[in-house]
């Protein structure tokens, strides 16, 4: 049985059709790419996989994650698989944090809720313990001080690491990624894809990494769909989409990310 199985996927805003037929599955381990301009409904096809969608935003069609419909599916039925079978960094880590509560403790309340759905409690040593430990696995180092601060006393980049920190606290199979670095500056970027890159593979979870860049996912995946208004418009192995799109808003898309860098070059 496939990890994630999504069939014929649509979401509606009223008459409006925002994602409309989207189908794909995602094994354990496999990785994903969902690329797609600004407003093609890669956040709302995130959203709708882990029953996420504001109100007001209907889903039909299938999602079935670990063995489980989620569509039409009671909020409080889902909330054993969030973090579980799936969890969400977001595009701005502010998104997943709470301001007013000290960082460690933000990552100690996913690891407690894991522990104690498997059936174990831990005490506030092995907690910290076990914080320590996922600080050091998204290599932030000075355990005591960053656990202590509040997230405006971190850089964004650290911001990025302790969400990461906190989805992997609930030991997912599926970690889907929703533009993690957009708001980066451009080093920072390079070090939470390195980074993501190897906890997905060190951990062997599934990851679907939604980006509007073509190439910031690529090495990162390996197939890719591609999203234009909500539609599927090609899908493939990344070596394919990449040497031979298909699709002309593919081509497009990989021509603007060549003029970017481009651009980006002539600068130095
Ligand atoms: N709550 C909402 N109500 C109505 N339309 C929405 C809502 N959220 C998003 N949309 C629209 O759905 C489309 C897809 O949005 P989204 O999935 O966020 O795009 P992406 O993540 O690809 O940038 C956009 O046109 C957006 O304006
Ligand atoms: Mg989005």
Do not use: W
Not at 216 to 236: D, F, H, P, T, Y
């Amino acid at each position: 049985m496939s990890l994630l199985k999504v069939e014929n996927l649509s979401v509606h805003a009223g008459s409006k059709a925002l994602v409309s037929n989207l189908s794909f599955t995602l094994e354990k381990g496999e990785r994903l790419g969902l690329i797609g301009e600004s407003g093609s409904g890669k956040s709302l096809t995130s959203l709708a996989i882990t029953g996420l969608l504001p109100s007001g935003i209907i889903p039909t069609g299938s999602v079935h994650l670990a063995g489980q419909e989620i569509i039409g599916t009671p909020d409080r039925q889902l909330d054993r698989l969030r973090g579980t079978a799936a969890a969400i960094v977001f595009q701005e880590p502010l998104t997943a944090l709470d301001p007013l509560m000290r960082v460690g403790r933000q990552i100690a309340e996913p690891l407690a809720r894991r522990a104690r759905r498997d059936g174990q409690s831990l005490d506030s040593h092995e907690l910290t313990l076990n914080v320590n430990s996922l600080l050091t696995e998204v290599a932030l180092g000075e355990h005591e001080r960053v656990a202590r601060s509040y997230p405006h006393e971190l850089s964004g980049g650290q911001r990025q690491r302790v969400a990461i920190a906190m989805a992997l606290a609930c030991r997912p199979d599926l970690l889907i990624a929703d533009e993690p670095t957009t708001a980066l500056d451009v080093t920072t970027q390079a070090e939470i894809l390195a980074l993501l890159d190897r906890l997905v593979r060190d951990r062997n979870m599934a990851l679907l990494f939604i980006s509007h860049d073509l190439p910031v996912v690529a090495n990162s995946v390996n197939k890719i769909i591609v999203l234009r208004q909500g539609e599927a418009v090609e899908a493939g192995a990344v070596e394919e989409v990449f040497t031979r799109p298909r699709h002309d808003y593919t081509r497009s898309l990989l021509t603007a990310a060549r003029q970017f860098d481009a651009a980006l070059e002539g600068q130095k």
